[in-house]
């Protein structure tokens, strides 16, 4: 993707506040100078099996990317792709999925767009609104900051298991409950606190960190004995069940990731691709007592921001 957005000419807008210079969750646009949009879409395959099921995993994934901000999510559109001989009933109970977990969130879905697909793609474009000067971007990370992460990670595994036919219930269950679970809380719990933030979704854990290294100027270290792994994913992985995002991800930056002296099994669970995965919170040591009297749920700290090896990200055990 950074190839192909390098034929592009730059931008030049002074109200567009956040744009593709960070690789961020969301773009953010400035209206007034009390009020900004903060704009993102995200469109993926089913995941499960049940589509009322996956239409909360969707809202709730693509909403994520606001709270990511520090915005608070509004308005957002459908976008589907759909065999056109498909069930009727299936749409519907996917967008009835969909809209019931954005009126949680507090969203309205007003319309979207529909296309013939062979395969269905559901995803929403949502837009939500932040102070121009309270945005929490992956760029603003600072040496001695800590990062805590909010949901465990593993997720991507437990459904390629799924996928191919594996009886993986008891490891499924508690992943759906997860990936319907909004950020909300959490993006709530570091405003004013926060000096960054991203959602682990498609490039993973070490993928995100890695653009937030890269976007800040700074490094990262994690400790894998640290970061919270979804019950089953790493015996699923020992199992002989690949999961496609971590080839992907591993292709594409595990040339800008210290990994020696690692369980490399392990780490590879960090490479897999999230859906609807936490935040990581980055935010100086002493704020954390704070976030965690805000935050009631677990969030670990898992790592930490360096002022050495600007642009990488070191796993350590």
């Given at each position: 993707m950074a190839q192909a957005l390098a034929f592009l000419p730059e931008i030049k807008d002074e109200n567009l506040l956040v744009g593709l210079n960070t690789a961020d969750?969301?773009?953010?646009?400035?209206?007034?100078?009390?009020?900004?949009?903060?704009?993102?879409v995200d469109v993926f395959a089913p995941i499960v099996d049940d589509p009322y099921t996956f239409?909360?995993?969707?809202?709730?994934?693509?909403?994520?990317?606001?709270y990511a901000m520090g915005g608070d999510p509004k308005l957002a559109l459908n976008v589907v792709?759909?065999?056109?001989?498909?069930?009727?009933?299936?749409?519907?109970?996917?967008?009835?999925?969909?809209?019931?977990?954005?009126?949680?969130?507090?969203?309205?879905?007003?319309g979207g767009h529909t296309f013939v697909s062979?395969?269905?793609?559901?995803?929403?474009?949502?837009?939500?609104?932040?102070?121009?000067?309270?945005?929490?971007?992956?760029?603003?990370?600072?040496?001695?900051?800590?990062?805590?992460?909010?949901?465990?990670?593993?997720?991507?595994?437990?459904?390629?298991?799924?996928?191919l036919g594996k009886k993986v219930d008891e490891y499924l269950t508690p992943a759906i409950e997860s990936m319907t679970t909004l950020?909300?809380?959490?993006?709530?719990?570091?405003?004013?606190?926060?000096?960054?933030?991203?959602?682990?979704?498609?490039?993973?854990?070490?993928?995100h960190l890695l653009e937030?290294?890269?976007?800040?100027?700074?490094?990262?270290?994690?400790?894998?004995?640290?970061?919270?792994?979804?019950?089953?994913?790493?015996?699923?992985?020992?199992?002989?069940?690949?999961?496609?995002?971590?080839?992907?991800?591993?292709?594409?930056f595990a040339d800008r990731v210290d990994k020696q002296g690692v369980d490399e099994t392990k780490a590879m669970l960090v490479f897999g691709s999230e859906t609807s995965g936490g935040l990581a919170i980055v935010l100086p040591e002493n704020k954390l007592e704070a976030f965690r009297k805000k935050y009631k749920l677990s969030a670990p700290v898992i790592g930490r921001i360096t002022k050495e090896n600007k642009g990488w990200l070191r796993i350590i055990p």
């Open positions: 969750d969301a773009g953010v646009y400035k209206l007034t100078d009390d009020l900004a949009l903060v704009y993102t239409g909360m995993i969707v809202a709730a994934n693509s909403i994520s990317d606001v792709g759909f065999p056109g001989k498909g069930e009727p009933k299936m749409l519907g109970e996917m967008l009835k999925g969909a809209q019931d977990k954005a009126k949680q969130a507090g969203v309205t879905i007003c062979d395969e269905i793609k559901y995803g929403l474009s949502v837009i939500g609104y932040i102070n121009p000067n309270k945005i929490i971007t992956n760029a603003g990370a600072k040496p001695d900051d800590v990062i805590v992460l909010t949901k465990p990670i593993g997720v991507g595994i437990i459904v390629q298991a799924q996928l950020n909300r809380d959490a993006s709530l719990a570091m405003r004013g606190l926060a000096d960054a933030a991203t959602d682990i979704t498609g490039y993973g854990l070490a993928g937030m290294a890269q976007a800040s100027k700074v490094g990262i270290e994690i400790s894998l004995s640290k970061i919270p792994f979804h019950n089953g994913a790493l015996d699923i992985l020992k199992s002989g069940i690949a999961e496609p995002g971590i080839g992907m991800n591993l292709g594409s």
